[in-house]
């Protein structure tokens, strides 16, 4: 364990001084506009800006080709089904 420590160490420390980076950036925002309803734009851009949400991606559509009928006609289990859980 200590080795997997080390091994990490000095990148953990630069993730975290990033994250109180960011932290301290977002508290004073808060801070400087106390009382005032929440600016949304205003407030995704210091996100956006920060690194701390990305844009939205363009959006893209899949499609598939020469699936054999086994995967294409047959569900699969479902998000919440006894199956997954």
């Not at 990305?54 to 289990?77: H, T, Y």
Request: glycine share 6%; aromatic share 6%.
């Amino acid at each position: 364990m200590s080795n997997i420590l080390g091994k990490f160490a000095a990148e953990n420390r630069s993730l975290l001084a990033e994250r109180e980076r960011i932290q301290t950036r977002i508290d004073q925002w808060h801070k400087a506009n106390a009382g005032n309803a929440l600016d949304q734009k205003a407030y995704q851009a210091l996100l956006l800006e920060l690194g701390y949400i990305l844009p939205e991606p363009v959006r893209f559509k899949i499609q598939s080709k020469n699936v054999d009928a086994e995967v294409a006609l047959m569900a699969g289990p479902t998000v919440g089904s006894s199956l997954t859980q």
